[in-house]
């Protein structure tokens, strides 16, 4: 049985070689009508209903447990081979979100990262990373509108199927959301990056970038893919990474207590930016404390203070306040706190 949600539509064409229209009725009931029982396709022939149960499957993700809080909903699922991933759906003003999961782990290892605690198991499959969208839409009624790889995993090390699964997100025959509204969030792998900027598919979603420190050697001990990627040579990539009128790459930076927090820091990463001002806008994201870590999350007069060194020089800057906080907010953290023996 194939994976549907793996599926393109020329692939899916080529299943019904004599009726490919067959192949868009489907994706029309699936994507459009998030209808997954054959039996209801009511335009489809009887027969060919029953042929297409023994075809194609849909569901491989067991919901184990959600979380909710006002303003996010935290789901953890089970792999067919019983690992777990984790998805948030956020409520914005006027949108929801969805936050979704690219690996199972990371192998990445940032000090500060709970995914990073085991390494990596294994890469997600684009129908896993298809299916959390479809799963959270179906249980909730909501479509979210954007999709952001922020979840488990680092996106960049999965190119292929975060690129189908992104295909699927993005196509008129699929789940039809806007490019513009797709994130995929790196720790900075500058070879994949400059793949990215020559995939005309990749280079029109949104690249958001892990910066987190101000300079090479606070970088390094924070994040080990440093020594490899360097910041210097990362930077280098993004001034040359090709976007399209009025769009920027987000740096993300996450405020971690005592460490990158200072205006000291803030002023020390000015320079990056200022090399190509309209190119960046910039994504503080307060540390969401963990248990058993050293790292805290600063004061808030601390965040705004780090905040304005960048808005005075006219920096583009966002404050995240992790959504749901209260419902462990970082990505990782469901799972690391999830108790295993409570699952069936
Ligand atoms: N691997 C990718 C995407 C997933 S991590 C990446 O690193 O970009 C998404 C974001 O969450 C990253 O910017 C990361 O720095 C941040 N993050 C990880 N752990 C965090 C925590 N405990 N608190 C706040 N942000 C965290
Ligand atoms: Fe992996 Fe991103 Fe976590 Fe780093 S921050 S360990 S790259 S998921």
């Not at 004599?18 to 009508?33: I, T």
């Not at 759906?89 to 000090?111: M, N, P, W, Y």
């Not at 999709?147 to 992104?166: C, D, I, Q, T």
């Not at 040579?233 to 990158?260: C, H, T, W």
Request: glycine share 6%.
């Amino acid at each position: 049985m194939k994976h549907f949600f793996s599926l393109t539509r020329e692939e899916l064409r080529k299943d019904f070689n004599k009726e490919p229209y067959r192949a868009d009725q489907l994706l029309n009931w699936v994507y459009k009508h998030f209808q997954t029982d054959f039996e209801k396709m009511s335009n489809l022939p009887k027969g060919l209903r029953q042929e297409l149960s023994s075809m194609y499957s849909f569901w491989s993700l067991e919901l184990i447990t959600t979380l909710k809080a006002e303003d996010a909903i935290k789901f953890l699922f089970k792999t067919k081979d019983g690992l777990k991933i984790e998805s948030v759906l956020i409520f914005e003003k006027d949108h929801t979100t969805l936050c979704v999961s690219s690996q199972v782990g990371c192998a990445i290892g940032c000090r500060f990262c709970a995914t990073a605690k085991d390494g990596l198991l294994r890469n997600l499959q684009p129908h896993e990373i298809v299916e959390q969208y479809m799963q959270v839409s179906i249980l909730t009624g909501e479509r979210a509108r954007n999709v952001v790889f922020m979840g488990m995993g680092e996106p960049l090390a999965n190119y292929e199927s975060v690129r189908k699964a992104a295909q699927i997100l993005v196509s008129s025959w699929g789940l039809d959301l806007s490019k513009r509204r797709i994130s995929i969030s790196t720790s900075g792998l500058i070879a994949q990056i400059k793949k990215m900027s020559n995939d005309p598919l990749m280079r029109d979603l949104n690249l958001a970038v892990s910066i987190n420190a101000p300079n090479q050697s606070l970088r390094l001990n924070l994040m080990p893919i440093s020594q490899t990627n360097t910041l210097n040579d990362l930077f280098q990539a993004l001034y040359d990474y090709p976007l399209s009128k009025g769009r920027r790459i987000m740096l993300e930076y996450v405020l971690i207590s005592g460490l990158n927090d200072s205006p000291k820091h803030a002023l020390e990463l000015l320079p990056y930016i200022l090399k190509k001002p309209g190119k960046f806008k910039v994504n503080l994201i307060p540390y969401n404390e963990e248990p058993g870590s050293n790292f805290k999350r600063p004061p808030m007069e601390r965040i705004l203070a780090f905040q304005e060194v960048l808005t005075s020089h006219h920096v583009m800057t966002h404050i995240r306040f992790s959504k749901g906080k209260d419902i462990l907010g970082a990505c990782g953290q469901l799972r690391s706190a999830y108790n295993p023996s409570l699952c069936g």
